[in-house]
């Protein structure tokens, strides 16, 4: 029961033991202040793990930070982590409170950790085995008891035995492992996620969802799913958003799963992540613009007092409308690739502006990763 509650309250979707196994674990240390590593490949959930931990404890009234140790520029990390005394480096022209300080009596979820330099790495096994920190350009010690909890999707023994991180910093942290099952390691969970994001797709963009005809499934059930839940994710929305029979069959389900695909333009790069995001952010432009358009549609028919002019102007308007379904479609054989890239840098400008820069918040909103995200600022500069 306690399970069920926490799923629900936490959005996690699956029955599978070894989930149930992760969130258990979960909830055992939770009341305590030992430190934890999350591990399990990308896209498993790793990301829910520390909040279930956090706001099942004696902190959960108080702060909870969330750091992408790989979105930080190595430059600046120190001072985010433990923040800054006024002229510490150039442009620090403020002293700046870290999240450390920020966090004290909560709880910090350092994400990435195996992307932490090993200069950063010295300071927080300091703050986990003391609870002391000093500002970056300070020499005064401070204290904070700050809970901290860490994620990777690498396998830091290796990283260790290249000399990337250090053997104390990791056993520290390593009290409790959590193991976030693989999606191939909890098959029967597949089918019901593909459920929950085609509900929550139709919802999103109101449309009937999509329902896997029984001979589909199985390729679900056989594929290895490299990007786990993100990628599933990511192909229902495809799927959902590409398909005009809402009922899919096996030979439609091939054409969007890796292995069996034979329109290979939908997975042209060879990093699965970079496709799946510039897919997701071209839906979400082309579903926006729909959207805008239906809007407009619905504006003008208020405002048209000429009969002749509205059955004009909405001619226009559906004309425009079935274009951009027709881009959807066409998108399955034309590389679109530069107008992609424009429209990709135009959302992702707007989103860090509405954000304010806050690069957690505007990956958020894109439906991609923080890491993503910060390579796409450096890859177009902004
Ligand atoms: N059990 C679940 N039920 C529903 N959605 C889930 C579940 N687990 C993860 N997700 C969704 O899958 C996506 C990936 O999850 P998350 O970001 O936590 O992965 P991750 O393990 O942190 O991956 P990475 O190592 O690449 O950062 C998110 O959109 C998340 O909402
Ligand atoms: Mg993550």
Request: hydrophobic letters at 35%.
């Amino acid at each position: 029961m306690k399970h069920q509650e926490i799923k629900q309250r936490f959005g996690i979707v699956g029955n599978s033991s070894k989930l149930d196994q992760a969130i258990s674990i979960a909830l055992q240390i939770a009341p305590t202040d030992i430190s934890a590593l999350i591990t399990g490949e990308s896209g498993v959930g790793k990301e829910s793990m520390p909040k279930i931990i956090h706001f099942n404890s004696q902190r959960k009234h108080n702060k909870y930070i969330a750091v992408n140790c790989g979105a930080i520029p190595e430059g600046t990390i120190d001072s985010e982590l433990f923040g800054h005394e006024k002229g510490a480096f150039t442009g620090a022209s403020d002293n700046r409170k870290g999240y450390f300080e920020v966090a004290d009596s909560g709880t910090i979820f350092l994400d990435e950790v195996g992307e932490l330099p090993l200069s950063t790495q010295v300071r927080l096994l300091r703050v986990l085995e003391s609870g002391e920190f000093m500002k970056v350009g300070s020499s005064q010690v401070k204290k904070v008891d700050v809970r901290v909890i860490a994620a990777t999707n690498v396998n830091i023994e290796d990283a260790i035995s290249k000399g990337k991180f250090r053997e104390d910093l990791y056993y520290r942290l390593n009290t409790i492992n959590i193991k976030v099952p693989s999606l191939a390691e909890r098959i029967e969970d597949i089918h019901l996620l593909f459920r929950k994001f085609s509900s929550d797709f139709a919802d999103r963009y109101h449309i009937p969802p999509i329902r896997l005809k029984e001979e589909a499934v199985e390729i679900l059930h056989s594929y290895s799913w490299p990007g786990n839940i993100r990628q599933l994710k990511n192909i229902v929305e495809q799927i959902s958003a590409i398909e005009q029979d809402r009922s899919i069959s096996l030979e439609i389900l091939k054409n969007y799963i890796p292995k069996h695909n034979s329109t290979p333009i939908l997975f042209r790069d060879e990093k699965l992540e970079n496709d799946f995001s510039e897919r997701e952010i071209l839906y979400k432009v082309l579903f926006d613009m729909k959207n805008d358009l239906n809007d407009l549609k619905r504006v003008t028919k208020e405002l048209m007092s000429s009969s002749q002019q509205q059955i004009d102007e909405e001619k226009t308007i559906n004309h425009i409308i079935e274009n951009s379904d027709k881009i959807i479609q066409k998108n399955k054989e034309e590389d679109l690739l530069l107008t992609l890239q424009e429209q990709e840098k135009i959302l992702i400008e707007k989103a860090l502006k509405r954000h304010q820069g806050r690069r957690k918040d505007a990956a958020d909103e894109l439906g991609i990763s923080e890491r993503t995200l910060y390579r796409k600022i450096k890859e177009y500069l902004l």
